[in-house]
DNA sequence: TAGATTGTTAATCGATTAACAATC
DNA sequence: TAGATTGTTAATCGATTAACAATC
């Protein structure tokens, strides 16, 4: 009996998900049901007992789902349970907002250290950070165990910073770079582009 | 005849093509194939084919597609062979990263204005930019045609902040703060979670 | 002409939704 | 019990792919 396969798009949806509870538990909300949790996504109510019922029966009829306990849940599924350490690579403008952002420590994740290539930047600080050259990347990734790098180096030396991380254990990337970069299957590569986010939606204007 | 409806999904993988075929001009490529597209994005030769065939033939059987005519008829079905003026609300940390950033102007987007509630921060200066007042948003966007927002606003706030403008006519919000908005079906909402991207990866690693 | 690649069709594949029995 | 909402099935809807005639 294989392990059904989860569709990537349902994975997708779950952090949606995730960071929708979490609001609720802010705002002291013990109960909610696939309506409600829909209406604020705008995802059908449907859609989300599908998605969820696929990983396990987390609601009672007639009553909906705990908050805490589908976050809970949902921490497992997504491996957020436990917080994972990350390095940055490029501090340009971009690279000095995303060391300094303080969003990633509550949801599961952590800036270790930050490295540039320019010999100027190296041994500077930023934020709480001393930069570190990036020469070292290979010898650090590996003796730290490091599973995911954060890219933020210029659109020209994205590939190649990328191939040499990899070279180093790591498996998951988020590319701040504007380009698509090529890795094997087994590392994973999601892209942060706002003004892809941009065009798309100057196209319905005119 | 009713023009026919082009999927929501088409329309969010033209400006990966665009961002793929502007570093073909950059490195001086004349054609290429919807196979050499595909294997730089990861996408099939036959979907990017169907894709552009949707807006017309751009491309001629044997030899491919005239990489700066494609550009351009890219950027015309965008509806970014013009600059977008945008403004940005929320100048913390990440927002000075967006003011700051330099990728904006060569595709098609250029940041106006920036604003804030601090009383602290009004009028003082970020980058090239004077941080005006957040309540003046209303008046300025009506008075300046502004139809782009970008938020880096606390998470509580967004909502607030993202009603305000629609009011003041604004159809396209590019929402970093974390959470989902609500707003009428003629305005579009996209967002930038970086969070959201490692989660996703971090549910396939042990 | 031979080789290559488009544009397009039809088939396949996968995702979403509607509906409802189960049950709290 | 009556009302509400889940989990799940089957039907619908939509997206992707394989294949190939057209043609440069």
Redesign the pocket.
Known sequence: MAPVKI????VG?LPLYLRALEIMVDDNREI??????GDRLG????????????F??????????NVSFLVKKLKEILHVNKTWPMVLVGVGDLGRAVADYGGFTPRGFKVETVYDSDPQKIGKQVGTFTIRDASRLGDDLAKNGIKIVMLAVPTASAQDVADRVIKAGVTAILCYSSTSISAPSKVHVEYIDPVLHLQRMTYYMR
């Open positions: 569709p990537d798009i349902v949806r909610t049901s696939s309506q409600e949790l995802i059908s109510s449907a859609q989300i007992r599908k998605d969820l019922s696929q396990g029966e987390f609601g009672k009829q007639g009553t909906g789902y």
